[in-house]
């Protein structure tokens, strides 16, 4: 079956630190989508971004950034300056006629 | 109202009771689903409805049956449930599948006694 791999099951820093979250995906398809979400403390999952495999320009949002690299299948997700609220499970996931999910990292930013 | 919403938030049942989990969404997404997120454990992606109908039902026991009778509204009908059936059920939707971000529902938090 097609992965998505999140190697990293807990993370934590100390807040201002920036941490980069790693996301490995396999797919066969030359269109695909991926995406992250967010799951804080409350459990409702929260859509962040979206990118297709046509686009690789990183993407930058606030504090946000995501490296879309094809050569490695990756799909990094970098906090900048991380903050306490930005303490949740983080979901990495790929999506073509199906989406498939990564186990999620916790992140845990201690202030 | 905007979003997908889920009712209840809280649920404490019975082994041998019957309850049932709605899912309601007001933004004209066409695909539907069910996920089950337990302690420890990935997203496991039970059922998909795409324009009411299901498309996917991913080997899940007989005792939980979804119902899609419109685009916006989706059920989890429960009974004769297990202890291990205890998680956090999350209802979701998009626009299409494959292509488009979810929205998720703020999950229906299920404990079987």
Redesign the interface.
């Known amino acids: 079956a097609q992965k998505v791999t999140q190697a990293q099951t807990e993370i934590s820093v100390v807040e201002k630190e920036d941490v980069t979250l790693d996301c490995v995906y396999e797919t066969r398809d030359t269109t695909y989508?991926l995406?992250w979400?967010k799951q804080p403390p409350?459990?409702?999952?929260?859509?962040l971004i979206?990118r297709?495999s046509f686009d690789e320009q990183n993407e930058i949002s606030g504090r946000y950034s995501w490296n879309f690299q094809k050569s490695t299948s990756s799909f990094n997700f970098t906090i900048t300056a991380s903050q306490v609220v930005d303490s949740a499970v983080y979901?990495c996931e790929r999506?073509?006629?199906?989406?498939i999910?990564?186990?999620?990292t916790r992140l845990k930013v201690l202030a | 109202e905007t979003g997908v919403t889920q009712t209840p938030r809280h649920l404490v049942m019975g082994m041998t009771n019957k309850k049932s989990l709605k899912c309601e969404q007001h933004l004209g997404h066409n695909a539907m689903y069910w996920y089950k997120q337990s302690a420890k454990k990935?997203?496991e992606?039970m059922f998909?409805y795409n324009f009411k109908e299901q498309t996917?039902n991913n080997s899940v026991p007989s005792r939980f049956s979804p119902e899609c009778p419109n685009s916006s509204h989706l059920f989890l009908h429960l009974h004769t449930l297990q202890p291990e059936d205890s998680a956090?059920y999350?209802c979701?939707s998009s626009q299409e599948?494959?292509?488009?971000?979810?929205?998720?529902?703020?999950?229906t938090?299920l404990t079987v006694v």
């Open positions: 989508y995406f979400y409350s459990g409702e999952l929260v859509f979206r297709n979901f999506g073509t006629y199906k989406y999910f990564g186990t999620g | 990935p997203l992606l998909v996917e956090l999350l979701a599948i494959g292509s488009y971000g979810y929205t998720f529902g703020s999950g938090r």
